[in-house]
Structure formats: C-alpha cells, structure tokens
C-alpha cells in the first residue's frame, strides 16, 4: 500500500514557477514508477510525465516539454515536479500517482495508487 500526498500548489502568474512535490508513504516507494497528470475543469484527467523507479528514464507530454521537469529521491520518498514558463493553459488540478508497472505510463489506468490533487493556477 502506498499514500500519496501533494503540495506546493498555489496561483501563480503566466511565465512564473512552482514546484510541487509528491510525498509518498511505504518501504517500497524505489519500485514503483511515478507520473503526474492533471485535470482541467470540464476535462478529462491528462498524462503530464512520468519517471522511472530509477530515474533513468522519463517521459513528458508535448505541451510541457522544455518548460516542467520530474525528478525523485527515493531516500526522501518524494517526487518533484518543477513548472517553468507556466501559462494560463496549465491551470488544472495536479496529482501524482504510482505504479507498479513499467510500460504504459501514460495511461491513468496502469496506476495503482493516486493522490488527493493540488490546484495549480496560473493568472494571465
């Protein structure tokens, strides 16, 4: 079992940064691979990135490309996910999520395990 806890949500004004950070419960939280998706009111929930149990290989959705960055420390149980450059259109409730899977990570059905979301907006 692992719990899954966000924070660093906030508003921000377009061309700002956050960083938010997933805080993750379990001895084994190394073995899983992380993603963060979000949802926009009046959508449907939509990959954002995802990394690799061992950092090695990460994956981002096109429109953040260059502008938002996923990392993890395992010895801190916690994946980061930094937003650059952030634009009105990012706004969108932000959730990470685990899985004990390594391939189909774009999908929000190969995860096992969610967090509660935080509510990332950005003022143009």
């Known amino acids: 079992q692992v719990q899954l806890v966000e924070s660093g949500g906030g508003l921000v004004q377009a061309g700002g940064s956050l960083r938010l950070s997933c805080a993750a419960s379990g001895r084994t939280f190394s073995s899983y691979s992380m993603g963060w998706f979000r949802q926009a009111p009046g959508n449907e929930r939509e990959f954002v990135t995802t990394?690799?149990?061992?950092?090695?290989?990460?994956y981002y959705t096109n429109s953040v490309k260059g502008r938002f960055t996923i990392s993890r420390d395992n010895a801190k149980n916690t994946v980061y996910l930094q937003m650059n450059s952030l634009k009105p259109e990012d706004t969108a409730v932000y959730y990470c999520?685990?899985?004990?899977?390594?391939?189909?990570?774009?999908?929000?059905?190969?995860?096992?395990?969610w967090g509660q979301g935080t509510q990332v907006t950005v003022s143009s």
């Open positions: 990394i690799s149990w061992d950092e090695g290989i990460t």
């Open positions: 999520a685990a899985s004990q899977r390594k391939y189909g990570l774009t999908r929000s059905a190969t995860y096992d395990y």
